[in-house]
Every structure is written in structure tokens, then in C-alpha cells.
């Protein structure tokens, strides 16, 4: 497949690259500093150099040729406000216009959604969440609110609580299931999980918990 991926100099980003570029995938990535990139791509990545909330330099890696885009990008503390929204709107404005369907994004656990089993550790998540983290809280909950409302695209995505190095396993659940402020995944199998939504319908408009 011809994939995009945004966010990938970042834990999770690099994570999805390496994997994708493992599995035989052509990839364009939008960064904005080339050299945090690895060393080894070879003639597999197309790397263009730019920033996501610009509109211009979005429109320019996403083709009629692609196939899907994996959205891995976190907030930090200095990050812009709003910034996995505003990326989302430009992304999914430059797919609307090149005609191509599949959105793969990672968003956060403590957006609460209706088919959570929301019991006191995932009220307790929503609430540290909010008050320690607000900012990657708020544009979580906004980035995912946009995309409700663009339903005729084919997006799905995961939602990880703690992310943290470790190993590739590719054993983790995937779901509504119960969650608190223990539970967690590695960047590298949450990269996995997103990996394993390029295809398919059983996740569509759905975002499910990403854990071990």
C-alpha cells in the first residue's frame, strides 16, 4: 500500500514507519526536521519536509495514489493548542480532495466514549486527564468530535492510556473493555493495532482501547 504518516519522528510515528516500511508498504512522510528520521529508509520513504498545520504542505503529501494515512502524533507541552485538530482538519480536507478513504489515527484513552464501560477507572482517567493534561485532553475530545462529523470518510483509530517502550508482542486487547489508570501498551504494539486497521471494516467509526 502507499501510505502517509504523520508523526513520525515521534515514538509512535517511528514505531508505524518502521513497521510499515517492514511489511513491504511505500511511505510519505511529512516531518519537520529530516534528520530525526532513521538513517536506514532506503528508497521506501518519500520524506517531505514541512509542518502539519500547514495546509499547503499536507495537500502536498497526499496524492490520489495513496491508499491510507496513519495519524501518530502526540501532544507535549509545548505543542500548539489544538494541534492534533487542526492537523486532522487539514488532513482530511486534502483525502476528501484526492479521493482517498482510509484514516488511521491514535487518540487518548481519557475521551470517554458512549460504549466504554465507564466505571471509576475510567472516570478516574477522564478526570487526571482533564485536570493534569489538559491540553493533549481538550484537543483529543475536539479531534475526535471532527471526525464524527466527517463519517463518510473510512476512519478508525485506537485510543492507548500509558504508552511506553517495550517489545513488539502482538498480544494486546482491543475494545471496550475496562480500563484504569494501570493500564497501558508499548509504542510498538499500539503501532501494531494501527497497522492492523489499514484493511478491513470491523473497526470503522470506531475507536477502541488499545491495552494489555
Keep these: 500500500m502507499n501510505l502517509v504518516i504523520f508523526g513520525a519522528t515521534g515514538a509512535l510515528g517511528r514505531e508505524c514507519l518502521q513497521q510499515a516500511t517492514a511489511a513491504g508498504h511505500q511511505v510519505t512522510v ?25 495546509s499547503a504542505a499536507v495537500n502536498a503529501c497526499i496524492t490520489s495514489d495513496t491508499d491510507a494515512v496513519l495519524f501518530a502524533i502526540g501532544v507535549v507541552k509545548h505543542s500548539p493548542e489544538y494541534l492534533c485538530t487542526t492537523a486532522t482538519e487539514n488532513i482530511l480536507h486534502a483525502m476528501r480532495a484526492q479521493g482517498v478513504k482510509r484514516f488511521v489515527w491514535c487518540g487518548g484513552g481519557s475521551t470517554l466514549l458512549a460504549e466504554d464501560t465507564a466505571g471509576f ?70 503501532a501494531d493495532a494501527m497497522l492492523s486497521m489499514l484493511e478491513g471494516d470491523e473497526w470503522l467509526g470506531r475507536a477502541p482501547i488499545v491495552q494489555y
Design 121 to 190: 477507572g475510567e472516570k478516574f482517567v477522564a478526570g487526571f486527564s482533564a485536570f493534569f493534561m489538559k491540553k493533549k485532553h481538550v484537543d483529543k475530545a475536539a479531534q475526535y468530535e471532527l471526525l464524527e462529523k466527517n463519517r463518510d470518510l473510512d476512519w478508525c483509530g485506537v485510543r492507548p492510556l500509558q504508552m511506553k517502550p517495550g517489545d513488539h508482542t502482538r498480544h494486546y486487547r482491543l475494545g471496550f473493555d475496562r480500563f484504569s489508570g494501570m493500564s497501558n501498551i508499548s509504542f510498538a504494539d499500539c
Design 30 to 54: 511529512l516531518v519537520r526536521d529530516a534528520a530525526k528520521l532513521p538513517s536506514n529508509l532506503g528508497d521506501v520513504v518519500r520524506v517531505k519536509t514541512g509542518d502539519v498545520t500547514d
